[in-house]
Every structure is written in structure tokens, then in C-alpha cells.
């Protein structure tokens, strides 16, 4: 029997007066890829913050592994948005990976263990970026430094791994290889993907969770007009390399 990893029943999430998401009810398997989509400000970040118990809840509950999620820190990994973190921060690779490894912050006279150390080289060289671990992280580039944010993830060996936008200002083929870095991890681990590339939600995840404050869909990778049109106010086609490529069924008659 496939167990849950993620459970959210009527959640909701204000900030200050205002609705972040609203009664958002999702059950997501253990072993699942799923991919978020929504237009911006629809809560799709703040959904993943509130599963990491990052922001408190208005309403509802949520529950990872059957567990309150504040208990469930050691087994999650976070890759946040690119544009809320400083990349002129004086920090090596190795340094921001190794913080991973830190289960509830500094303390006075902390130092890594050496099994700490073993398991950051070890993820730096699964992830292909070990030859940078001593590179300053301004120098990176947009596809480096957020495999760099990935190995940090993956250094608390988690069985939940959350990320928010990791292809954010990327070229094309570091894109191309993290999603196939995301697609080998999920041998081993659940994963959420809140992403604006539609490419990866119709060739890369098993399923899709619409989000626009409220949850619109959930299901197949596979969306119709009236899903889309809830969403995102309008039909949309993706168009890749040139061709169209759908993610979404023919437009009715009277879409333009």
C-alpha cells in the first residue's frame, strides 16, 4: 500500500488580511514528482513554506509522513528561489552545501563532523560539481549555482525534496541537465516542483497540481481547457524548440 508523503487538509494561509491560499486540500504519495503550476502570486512558494512550517497556518492542517512537519526537518530538503538569496555573499561552494548539515543552527565552538564532511563531497560529486567546492559562489554561474543550492538540499539526505523554481535564470542546457538530475534523485525520494516551465510539467513529473490561490486541479500531466482557463484566465499552448508541443488539449472552438 502506497504510503502519504504530504497531506494538506483546508489549508490556509494569510498574510497579514490578505488570502495567500485558501482551503487548499492535497494528498501526495510517497514516491510521487509533482509538478506546481500558477500564475504569479496564485501561493505556489507559500504553499511549499507552509509544508516546511515556514509560515504559520490560518486554518487547516498539514501533515509529512504522518507527522506534524516541524518534527520532520531532517527529512526535507529545500531548494528556495535563486532571487531572494545573495549570490556576493563571500562563501565557498563547500561552506553553503556544508550549512545543510547544520540540524538546528551554530552554536559556540561548532565544527563539522568528519561525516558531515563525507557527505557533502559525496553529494557534490553525484551532483557533477565537485571540482567547484572551493569556488567562490560569485563567480558561479546561473545553472552552477543552483546545483550548488541543490547539493545543499540533498546534504540532509531527505525522502521529501521541495524546490521553487531551481531553473530560475539558467540556460538552456543547465536546465536540460537538472532535470535530469531531479529525474534520477526520484529513484530515491519524493519530490515537489513548483516551476513556470511548462516543458518540464509535460516531459518531466508524473502530475500536476494547478494553484491560484485556491487548488484547481489535481491530477494527470495532462490539462484541459476548462482547468486552464480557471488557472490562468485563458487557453495556453506550449510552444518548445519551435513546434508546438502540448501540454494541453485542443482549444475549443471560439480560443484564439
Excluded: W
Excluded at 498539514?62 to 507527522?67: A, P, S, T
Excluded at 557534490?124 to 552552477?144: D, F, M, P
Aim: charged residues 20%.
Amino acid at each position: 500500500m502506497t504510503k502519504t508523503a504530504i497531506l494538506t487538509d483546508h489549508v490556509t494561509v494569510h498574510y497579514g488580511k490578505m488570502p495567500a491560499i485558501t482551503d487548499v486540500c492535497l494528498s501526495v504519495s510517497e514516491g510521487e514528482y509533482l509538478g506546481i503550476i500558477g500564475p504569479n502570486g496564485g501561493g505556489k512558494s507559500t504553499l511549499l513554506k507552509a509544508i516546511l512550517g515556514l509560515v504559520p497556518l490560518s486554518g487547516g492542517t498539514i501533515e509529512i509522513f504522518g507527522e506534524d512537519p516541524r518534527k520532520m526537518g531532517s527529512l526535507i530538503g529545500y531548494v528556495p528561489q535563486i532571487s531572494t538569496l545573495d549570490k556576493h555573499f563571500p562563501s565557498t561552494v563547500l561552506e553553503v552545501v556544508l550549512t545543510g548539515r547544520l540540524a538546528s543552527g551554530l552554536s559556540p565552538f561548532f565544527r563539522y563532523s568528519k561525516e558531515d564532511f563525507r557527505i557533502v563531497y559525496e553529494v557534490l560529486e553525484r551532483i557533477g560539481i565537485s571540482e567547484l567546492a572551493n569556488r567562490q559562489i560569485g563567480e558561479l554561474s546561473g545553472g552552477e549555482f543552483q546545483k550548488m543550492l541543490l547539493s545543499r538540499a540533498l546534504a540532509v539526505k531527505p525522502r521529501l525534496l521541495l524546490l521553487d523554481e531551481p531553473t530560475a535564470s539558467t540556460d538552456a542546457a543547465s536546465r536540460a541537465e537538472i532535470y535530469t538530475l531531479l529525474e534520477e534523485l526520484h529513484r530515491d525520494m519524493t519530490i515537489l516542483l513548483v516551476t513556470h516551465d511548462l516543458f518540464a510539467v509535460s516531459s518531466a513529473v508524473e502530475r500536476i497540481a494547478c494553484l491560484n490561490d485556491h487548488l484547481v486541479y489535481h491530477g494527470e500531466a495532462e490539462l484541459s481547457d476548462p482547468i486552464v482557463t480557471s488557472l490562468y484566465g485563458c487557453p495556453v499552448d506550449l510552444i518548445a524548440h519551435g513546434v508546438p508541443h502540448r501540454v494541453l488539449k485542443e482549444h475549443g472552438e471560439g480560443h484564439r
